[in-house]
T-cell receptor, first 113, second 116 residues
Framework: GESVGLHLPTLSVQEGDNSIINCAYS??????FIWYKQESGKGPQFIIDIRSNMDKRQGQRVTVLLNKTVKHLSLQIAATQPGDSAVYFC????????????FGTGTRLLVSP | ETGVTQSPTHLIKTRGQQVTLRCSSQSGHNTVSWYQQALGQGPQFIFQ???????GRGNFPPRFSGLQFPNYSSELNVNALELDDSALYLC???????????????FGPGTRLTVL
């Protein structure tokens, strides 16, 4: 079946540090992965995505790495800021024909000044 | 802001009642997906509407139903509410070129439903 899990439920870092949030997925047929940030009381906000034909993609201060061999996804945030404090979800598009996203339970990132 | 709006923001119902939640998609988008997010969990896919037709469904019972209108806005209806239906209901809009396409989904702020 489909499942997306996260290794750490909470990650605490100091402002300015680099953060790494990890995610394992189980569906080897998944071809599209997304990281979302969700702040309290808000809907998930798109951060970055990656297709299965890539192993790395960079955005502004963020990098997503995809390792299909071990079915692992990570989000790296450079120079973490207090505004980065939120819950981060990885999501995958499974092997259904339509765009159903399967989300993990999330990792809470706490950034201390 | 994503341009996706949802109404109402909060709602309280009692068990057995029916509820309708509304979503206005981002301008230019033709697809709306609905998700249920229980407290402390990730969103769970309910169903998706593409060009006014259901384009896929998750593991939710038939008492969860939906509609998409010609302007691509959408409704989620839940009949015979149960206590476990208490959750944040999120809609997400996207632009699909074809039914099985892959595109960013932009989420609205959600409707918080409490069933007593």
């Amino acid at each position: 079946g489909e499942s997306v899990g996260l290794h750490l439920p909470t990650l605490s870092v100091q402002e300015g540090d680099n953060s790494i949030i990890n995610c394992a997925y189980s569906n080897s047929a998944s071809d599209y992965f997304i990281w979302y940030k969700q702040e309290s009381g808000k809907g998930p906000q798109f951060i970055i995505d990656i297709r299965s034909n890539m192993d790395k993609r960079q955005g502004q201060r963020v990098t997503v790495l995809l390792n299909k061999t071990v079915k692992h996804l990570s989000l790296q945030i450079a120079a973490t800021q207090p505004g980065d404090s939120a819950v981060y979800f990885c999501a995958e598009k499974g092997d259904t024909g339509f765009q159903k996203l399967v989300f993990g339970t999330g990792t809470r990132l706490l950034v201390s000044p | 802001e994503t341009g996706v709006t949802q109404s109402p923001t909060h709602l309280i119902k009692t068990r057995g009642q029916q509820v309708t939640l509304r979503c206005s998609s981002q301008s230019g988008h033709n697809t709306v997906s609905w998700y249920q997010q229980a407290l402390g969990q990730g969103p769970q896919f309910i169903f998706q509407y593409y060009r006014e037709e259901e384009n896929g469904r998750g593991n939710f019972p038939p008492r969860f139903s939906g509609l998409q209108f010609p302007n691509y806005s959408s409704e989620l209806n839940v009949n015979a509410l149960e206590l476990d239906d208490s959750a944040l209901y999120l809609c997400a809009s996207s632009l699909l070129v074809r039914r099985e396409g892959r595109n960013e989904q932009f989420f609205g702020p959600g409707t918080r439903l409490t069933v007593l």
